[in-house]
Nanobody, 122 residues
């Protein structure tokens, strides 16, 4: 059973913007922190950002601070990652995740999406 579904990836040029979306159930959206990870070719999966269950607190890895914004829309039970000023080094498969408090940021969430490809050309 797929609990998290990502969308919004694509191929863009450096400096462009993309918005990723992650849709889930009411149960997960309203009870768990959620976040985004990414995995570039030949590299380990890395944490990008997370947001608490209420959407009032966010946290970002240093490399995306000031360029990426994570938000939640309760009416659509969807989490977003707005990515601005994209760089070639942002190229990766992006995964959304959810899980009990603390687990997303530690990289051990309970739920994973299937991933969406983001490719940034120079």
């Amino acid at each position: 059973q797929v609990e998290l579904t990502e969308s919004g990836g694509g191929l863009v040029q450096a400096g462009a913007s993309l918005r990723l979306a992650c849709t889930t159930s009411d149960r997960i959206f309203n009870n768990y922190p959620m976040g985004w990870f990414r995995q570039a070719p030949g590299k380990e999966r890395e944490f990008v950002a997370d947001i608490n269950w209420s959407g009032t607190s966010t946290f970002y890895t240093n490399s995306v601070k000031g360029r990426f914004t994570i938000t939640k829309d309760k009416t659509k039970t969807t989490m977003y990652l707005q990515m601005n000023r994209l760089k070639p080094e942002d190229t990766a498969v992006y995964f959304c995740a959810a899980g009990p408090e603390g687990r997303v940021r530690l990289g051990v969430p309970e739920y994973w999406g299937q991933g969406t490809q983001v490719t940034v050309s120079s």
